[in-house]
C-alpha cells in the first residue's frame, strides 16, 4: 500500500515538474518566435516602403526632366521672333523639309526640333 502511494506520489511529482518545464519552453518559444517575426515583418515592409520611395523618386525624376524640356520649349518658342509656321502661298510650310504639311504637324515638327535643341543644349 505504502509503496502504491509513494509511486503515485512521485508520478504526481514528475507530472507536475514536466508540466512547468514544458510550460516556461513553450512560453519562452512563443515569444522570441513573436519577437522575430515582429522584427521579419518590420524589415519587410521597411524594404517595400524604401523600393516604393524608389520608384516615387524615379517617377518625380521622369516628371521633372519632362517639366524642363518643356520649360526649354516654351522659352525658345516665347524668345522667337519669327512665327512658329511660315506660310508659303497661304499653306503651312515644314521647317526641316521645305514642304507644305498641314497646321498640326508643323506644330508637332516645330516641338520635336525645339525639345532635341534644349536637351542638347542642357546635357552640353
Same mark, same amino acid.
Given at each position: 500500500m505504502k509503496q502504491k502511494r509513494l509511486s503515485a506520489k512521485i508520478a504526481a511529482i514528475v507530472t507536475i515538474s514536466l508540466t512547468v518545464?514544458? $510550460? *516556461? *519552453? =513553450?512560453?519562452?518559444?512563443?515569444? *522570441?518566435? $513573436?519577437?522575430?517575426?515582429?522584427?521579419? %515583418?518590420?524589415?519587410?515592409?521597411?524594404? *517595400?516602403a524604401h523600393a516604393n520611395g524608389n520608384q516615387v523618386q524615379a517617377i518625380l525624376d521622369s516628371v521633372s526632366r519632362q517639366a524642363e524640356t518643356m520649360q526649354g520649349y516654351i522659352e525658345q518658342t516665347y &524668345?522667337?521672333?519669327?512665327?512658329? %509656321?511660315?506660310?508659303? &502661298? $497661304?499653306?503651312?510650310k515644314s521647317a526641316v523639309?521645305? =514642304?507644305? =504639311?498641314?497646321?498640326l504637324n508643323v506644330? %508637332?515638327?516645330n516641338y520635336l526640333l525645339n525639345s532635341m535643341w534644349c536637351a542638347m543644349s542642357t546635357n552640353l
Open positions: 518545464v514544458f $510550460g *516556461l *519552453l =513553450m512560453a519562452t518559444v512563443v515569444l *522570441l518566435s $513573436g519577437k522575430t517575426t515582429s522584427t521579419n %515583418i518590420r524589415n519587410e515592409l521597411t524594404n *517595400l &524668345n522667337r521672333k519669327s512665327p512658329l %509656321i511660315s506660310y508659303s &502661298n $497661304g499653306k503651312a523639309y521645305e =514642304m507644305e =504639311m498641314s497646321d506644330e %508637332i515638327e
